[in-house]
């Protein structure tokens, strides 16, 4: 059984945001939970067409929170966008542009942290800049999960 609510929030960090919860109602310890964020950034004002600094970006902003990038892989699409795909040491983070639509979808997956998900998006977007940002955050007891 899960409890939805929708809040409407400002800008933070650089962000706008519009957030939509899903959260489970047994809540395990912080390192057997997952945390999965799908964020779809629209009228992005920074480099959604750079491919190269928008993966810079995501590679420093997983050092910056502590995560560890075991692979990583990008594709870029012609005649434009691009996915950018880091395969961390606790999960995943997918990037996906459409730069003719200043439009960016993020897919966050982590493991084992309840902050660090918000905290990796948090980096990227400042530098995305979007105009308005819609955010769903799913928290997953991996204790439900048996």
């Given at each position: 059984?899960?409890?939805?609510?929708?809040?409407?929030?400002?800008?933070?960090?650089?962000?706008?945001?519009?957030?939509?919860?899903?959260?489970?109602?047994?809540?395990?310890?912080?390192?057997?939970?997952v945390t999965h964020l799908m964020i779809v950034a629209r009228d992005c004002a920074g480099p959604v067409g750079d491919v190269h600094?928008?993966?810079?970006?995501?590679?420093?902003?997983?050092?910056?929170?502590?995560?560890?990038?075991?692979?990583?892989?990008?594709?870029?699409?012609?005649?434009?966008?691009?996915?950018?795909?880091?395969?961390?040491?606790?999960?995943?983070?997918?990037?996906?542009?459409?730069?003719?639509?200043?439009?960016?979808?993020?897919?966050?997956?982590?493991?084992?942290?309840?902050?660090?998900?918000?905290?990796?998006?948090?980096?990227?977007?400042?530098?995305l800049a979007p105009g308005s940002c819609e955010i769903s955050e799913r928290w997953i007891c991996l204790a439900d999960a048996g």
């Amino acid at each position: 059984m899960t409890a939805c609510r929708s809040m409407k929030g400002g800008r933070r960090g650089g962000v706008g945001v519009a957030l939509s919860v899903r959260m489970s109602e047994r809540v395990g310890s912080t390192t057997g939970d997952v945390t999965h964020l799908m964020i779809v950034a629209r009228d992005c004002a920074g480099p959604v067409g750079d491919v190269h600094a928008l993966t810079t970006a995501c590679v420093d902003a997983v050092g910056e929170v502590g995560l560890q990038v075991v692979a990583d892989t990008t594709f870029a699409f012609t005649p434009h966008g691009a996915t950018i795909v880091l395969l961390l040491a606790q999960s995943h983070l997918v990037v996906s542009t459409w730069p003719e639509h200043r439009l960016v979808i993020a897919d966050v997956t982590i493991c084992g942290s309840k902050t660090a998900a918000a905290r990796l998006w948090r980096g990227i977007g400042t530098l995305l800049a979007p105009g308005s940002c819609e955010i769903s955050e799913r928290w997953i007891c991996l204790a439900d999960a048996g």
